[in-house]
């Protein structure tokens, strides 16, 4: 009897641990978020400048240090009381740069420091999931969580990607060379997941072509450009420059 009873409770705590295991989000799979620390305050963040074609449409900060305020073009700047950043009306939040009046410089230098260290961190994971997958051509593929590394460049055509996963599971990308994601293709997230916890991690120059759409957050070591009617859901995070061609992002 007594047996049988045992045999009845260690059932029921297994079921119990199944279930607990099994709910949503609850394993983080694939490698630990990358830390972005204040960069993450900015939909946009470039040490070189940032320029749009107008109309482009930023939600979110946008932030250029160590250069001036002279290097973001194109948004029709309004200086807010006080100097501290100024406001554009392609831009739903406000834009500071080196230049402005206190405490914006060190605010930003922080934030400079802290994104050149989550591209570091990044790019410097080890044992990935999967190496050079398809050699860099990726469209077309559903990609789940994990840690990828490419030692030349990355291309996503048109067919676009599918990204797979919980909302607790992270995807790091490390790209030796260039991304570009051709006219027209589409990250696509299914199954609850987040584009925080997406690290397009790029040592060459990102270049998302005329109606292209990105889901993530972009660590540039170089130059990011969106052209034409492109759209991003994410942050884009520039060592160099960031061009915008009557282009969309949502940080």
Same mark, same amino acid.
């Given at each position: 009897m007594l047996s049988a009873l045992n045999k009845i409770v260690c059932l029921s705590l297994w079921a119990s641990f199944l279930s607990v295991g099994a709910a949503p989000g609850a394993i983080n799979? %694939?490698?630990a978020p990358i830390v972005l620390g204040t960069a993450a305050n900015y939909a946009i963040l470039s040490k070189s400048g940032v320029s749009t074609v107008p109309p482009s449409s930023i939600t979110g900060n946008v932030g250029v240090s160590p250069i001036a305020a002279n290097a973001l073009t194109g948004f029709s700047l309004t200086l807010?009381? %006080? %100097?501290a950043f100024s406001r554009s009306s392609q831009v739903t939040g406000e834009l500071f740069a080196a230049s402005y009046a206190a405490p914006t410089p060190s605010t930003l230098t922080t934030a400079i420091s802290n994104m050149q260290t989550a591209f570091t961190n990044a790019n410097g994971l080890v044992n990935p999931g999967f190496t050079n997958l398809a050699s860099g051509a990726i469209g077309g593929r559903v990609l789940t969580p994990a840690l990828y590394k490419w030692t030349s460049a990355v291309s996503i055509n048109s067919a676009g990607v599918i990204i797979t996963g919980t909302?607790?599971?992270v995807f790091v990308f490390q790209i030796a060379g260039t991304l570009n994601f051709a006219a027209g293709a589409r990250v696509t997230l299914v199954g609850g997941a987040l584009a925080s916890n997406?690290?397009? &991690? &790029?040592t060459g120059a990102v270049t998302a072509d005329a109606g292209a759409h990105i889901e993530g957050v972009i660590l540039a070591k170089t130059a990011v450009t969106l052209e034409t009617g492109a759209t991003m859901n994410g942050r884009i995070l520039a060592q160099t420059f960031v061009a915008l061609q009557q282009a969309t992002v949502v940080g």
């Open positions: 799979l %694939g490698p807010a009381p %006080g %100097g909302s607790a599971d997406i690290f397009w &991690v &790029v």
